[in-house]
């Protein structure tokens, strides 16, 4: 069975590289490299000992993707190729729609071409936009309050459209909540390429001297110590999710052909706690100062994981300081990322 994984040099998708290859399938891997290394898929075979296929392309080029799918048999498509910087997606709306939105059509084009017909998704809790209640069911209304988040509710629906429009086609959606930590091996991880936008890469670049002082966005916010609170996720547990679905979606049949799961852990952490806990794990020290909120944030986010527990017979194992650990293990075993 041949997986293509799209964005597979990326960072979820490098570790999903790896539990596809133990598993035993093969791997085709199409990037275009623009927010990654073709390093990291040199790594993801020294871990597993497996063969992986690279083929640098668009996933909006898609005679490539005919052409890629043809020549490797696929059978299934795992789908990480995409923009996620929401204050990018804000200040650059076309380059999101074009990327996230046309590339999945042509993504889907492709694999009709070929009779290629199941598909994972990576989508995000941030379709969700601000909770109305928490935890965060499947079916809370959406109401994503950025571009980023817009594009992924529009791939969302388009799936659902052909899904219903012929049994043939079987997509499983995962709501991603916030993926962190590395593979414990420490030879692949999380490599943000510029100033990072995320709590994990920035309290890691404070840890290791790259950069001088945590901004906390806001303490005064109503959670238990005033700072905003996510459902942290480590990328091992997420990306064994994706094959508890891929499996899960072998076993689907007729109208039933299309799911809905977040991927989180049901447990929310603040900013403080994130920080006391990976210099725990660290052991160095975190400077920070409190700074505004950042616009656009919620104050607390995390995952009802029953419906996942049910249709994927999946649950997130790793805990915060496994999360901590992993991630530091990495930055202090890659001190420039993949640039070595
Ligand atoms: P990433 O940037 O590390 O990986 C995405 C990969 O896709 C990169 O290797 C990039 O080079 C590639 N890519 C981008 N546009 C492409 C195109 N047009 N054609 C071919 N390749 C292209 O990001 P990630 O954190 O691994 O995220 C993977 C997916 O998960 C994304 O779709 C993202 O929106 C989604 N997601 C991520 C998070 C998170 O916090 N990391 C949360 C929710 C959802
Ligand atoms: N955050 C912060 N400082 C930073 C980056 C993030 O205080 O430099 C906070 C942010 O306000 C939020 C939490 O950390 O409460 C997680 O932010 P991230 O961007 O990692 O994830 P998202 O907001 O997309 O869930």
């Known amino acids: 069975m041949t997986i293509l994984i799209t964005g597979g040099a990326g960072y979820i998708g490098s ?40 083929e640098e392309a668009d996933i909006r080029d898609q005679d490539a993707l005919e052409r890629i799918l043809a020549k490797y048999d696929c059978t299934a498509v795992i789908h990480f190729a995409g923009l996620k910087a929401v204050g990018e997606s804000v200040s650059q709306p076309l380059d999101y729609y074009d990327c996230n939105v046309v590339g999945t059509h ?19 809790a941030t379709v ?12 809370h209304p959406t109401g994503p309050v950025n571009p980023y988040g817009r594009t992924k509710l529009m791939v969302e629906e388009m ?39 995320n709590l994990m890469p920035f309290i890691t670049q404070v840890a290791d001297g790259r950069r001088d002082k945590l901004s906390v966005f806001g303490d005064d916010y109503d959670t238990r110590d005033g700072t905003g609170v996510r459902d942290y996720i480590h990328v091992v547990d997420l990306v064994e999710g994706h094959l508890k679905a891929y499996e899960a979606l072998q076993a689907r049949s007729g109208n ?14 603040s900013v403080l706690e994130m920080v006391r806990a990976f210099e725990r794990a660290s052991n160095k020290t975190v400077p920070l100062v409190i700074a505004p909120r950042r616009e656009g944030d919620v104050a607390e986010c995390y995952a009802d994981t029953k419906k996942a527990e049910e249709t994927l017979d999946w649950r997130a194992q790793r805990d915060l300081t496994a999360m901590c650990h992993d991630t530091w293990n990495w930055v202090c075993k890659n001190p420039r990322g993949y640039d070595d």
């Open 159 to 197: 799936l659902t459209d052909v899904a219903a429009s012929d049994p043939k086609w079987r997509f499983g959606i995962l709501r991603y909540f916030n993926p962190v930590g590395a593979h414990a091996s420490g030879a692949i991880g999380e490599n943000p390429l510029g100033v990072p936008n």
């Open 106 to 124: 042509r993504l889907l084009k492709a694999m009709e071409a070929t009779g290629v017909h199941q598909l994972i998704f990576s989508s995000s």
């Open 15 to 54: 570790h999903c590289c790896v539990t596809f290859l133990q598993a035993g399938h093969d791997v085709v891997v199409v990037d275009n490299l623009i927010n990654s290394r073709a390093q990291s898929l040199k790594r993801v075979e020294d871990i597993t000992g497996c063969k992986l296929f690279f």
């Open 128 to 139: 969700y936009g601000d909770p109305q209640y928490l935890p965060l069911t499947e079916n």
């Open 256 to 269: 039933d052909n299309c799911f809905t799961v977040n991927l989180g852990t049901g447990t929310g952490y």
